[in-house]
């Protein structure tokens, strides 16, 4: 059954991320499905820390990019979500190719959101795994 209360598409998640870190860092969405999102960073100039490593910091943001549009798209038309807590265990580096992440929740109320993310080298190896908290904007009266 699907988590999604809001119209989603790749279409919709692209569009929502144009002219942000989203777009300049190539994050692009890849799946919606009826209860994750899954998106990917190139790992290239633009992404990698002065060792040739994806940067840590970018790992985190895919985590929070997918993360963050699973909890706005499955909350109620009129609601928000805004960040809360973001944390990271990096697990293996990746040198080259593509990171992908794919969010799914933990716990989704009425007022937090919780999203685990795991993301994996091209050779389908964990890099890093991150939960994100999110609060959940109630519409004002």
Not at 57 to 66: Q, R
Not at 100 to 129: F, K, S, Y
Request: hydrophobic letters at 40%.
């Amino acid at each position: 059954m699907a988590i999604w209360q809001k119209p989603i598409s790749l279409e919709l998640l692209t569009q929502g991320g144009l002219n942000s870190a989203v777009s300049r860092l190539g994050i692009e969405f890849t799946e919606v499905g009826d209860d994750f999102l899954r998106g990917r960073v190139p790992v290239d100039e633009r992404t990698i820390q002065p060792f040739g490593l994806l940067h840590g910091g970018v790992s985190v943001v895919l985590a929070e990019t997918l993360g963050s549009s699973g909890a706005y798209y499955s909350s109620p038309e009129g609601h928000g979500a805004v960040g809360l807590d973001i944390n990271a265990n990096h697990l293996r580096s990746a040198r080259s190719g593509w990171v992908t992440g794919t969010a799914r929740p933990v716990h989704r109320g009425r007022t937090i959101q919780v999203w685990q993310i795991d993301m994996v080298n091209e050779a389908g190896e964990l890099t890093c795994v991150s939960r994100l908290t999110m609060s959940m904007l109630l519409p004002r009266k």
